[in-house]
Nanobody
Framework: QVHLVESGGGLVQAGGSLRLSCAAS????????MGWYRQAPGKQRELVAD???????NYADSVKARFTISRDNAKNMVSLQMNSLKPEDSAVYYC??????????WGQGTQVTVSS
């Protein structure tokens, strides 16, 4: 059974930083593209960043130069370092895994709230 468990969300002031982590189990982690998606109220879920099994990264234009995705295959974890946060970054953030896309597995999500 596949489990993706996110952690690290919370409330932060604009300009601050948060680090999200996702622990994966039940998959051969190193083979998967891992991604972070987010969904704000009234909006569609959107890709924030993903990282392939080879380590190539891809970012939404809105987060380039502020967010960094990384993976640790030894620990079956993927992280998202978020700097210079803006109120518009507020959303539920989801961890996802795919071979590579569409994503096959999803976490339950973690709330990120950025206050102005």
């Amino acid at each position: 059974q596949v489990h993706l468990v996110e952690s690290g969300g919370g409330l932060v002031q604009a300009g601050g930083s948060l680090r999200l982590s996702c622990a994966a189990s039940g998959i051969i982690f190193s083979r998967y593209t891992m991604g972070w998606y987010r969904q704000a109220p009234g909006k569609q879920r959107e890709l924030v960043a993903d990282i392939t099994s080879a380590g190539s990264t891809n970012y939404a234009d809105s987060v380039k130069a502020r967010f960094t995705i990384s993976r640790d295959n030894a620990k079956n974890m993927v992280s998202l370092q978020m700097n210079s946060l803006k109120p518009e970054d507020s959303a539920v953030y989801y961890c996802a895994a795919g071979l590579p896309r569409p994503m096959r597995h999803w976490g339950q999500g973690t709330q990120v709230t950025v206050s102005s």
